[in-house]
């Protein structure tokens, strides 16, 4: 499997002209990249001034989506508006969304739901904070975010999500942060699967990639692809640098 790069700009940068020079130098860079995979979230609102050149491993995806097709939701965005747009991931489960617009898991499964009816891969990050780390309580918080966030979702489906673990204390603007060990990221990824496995069967979750998230960047992607062995990264202070960008992406198609 091709390691999936994925960058999360959060509500990065401020201005369209910037957001199309980040996104043309990073395309640029990965002209000659074959063996990643690398998905750009930007805000929404850049959307459909990014342009995509064919036969690129770079494709587009957003940070949010709402659950509902169409109709009355004023503010809102649909999976259908964003598969019209091209777009192909959609990050869902962050814990900033969750912590700041009391996002739950039953507002998560949803969108999963919507996500996989619109046939658009979901990227569902889950994920403990330090105080729950502290208190033991990281395989119980994991757990309870799968079950209520791929609730209704088939065998089949699940080989569509792609799911994160980003550990909320190693986010790089969490304060006090610390780096998530490799070896600690690898055996999350464990449990992970090891939770999908006992809900769907062991070859149902084989194709299902686990990524990790939290302060990756060009000194660290090494220890998380390689050590880890973690299917990809999601990046998202890192991500907002071509440059630093495009090392990552480098070192981790090894
Ligand atoms: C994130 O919050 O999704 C993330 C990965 O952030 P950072 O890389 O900046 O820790």
Known sequence: ???LIIANWKCN???LKAAKGLFNSIQKGLRDVKKAKVVICPPFIYLSNLKISKSQNLVLGVQNVFWEQKG???GEISPQMLKDLGCQYVIVGHSERRKHLNETDEMINKKIKALVKAKLQPIFCVGESE?????????QILK???EKGLKEISRKEIKNIVLTYEPIWAISTSTNRK?????????MSLLLRKILAKKYGRGGVN??????GGNVNSKNIRLYIDEAQMDGVLVGGAS??????LKIVKIARG
Do not use: V
């Not at 105080?131 to 395989?139: L, M």
């Not at 780096?179 to 055996?187: I, L, N, S, T, V």
């Not at 907002?240 to 960008?245: A, P, V």
């Open 72 to 74: 009355a939701f004023t």
């Open 207 to 212: 194709r299902t990639p686990i990524l990790y």
């Open 144 to 146: 309870s975010q799968i």
């Open 179 to 187: 780096d998530c060990p490799p070896e600690e990221a690898q055996m």
């Open 13 to 15: 940068p401020t201005t």
């Open 1 to 3: 499997m091709k390691p």
């Open 131 to 139: 105080e729950e780390r502290k208190k033991g309580q990281t395989i």
């Open 240 to 245: 907002l640098g071509s440059k630093e960008f």
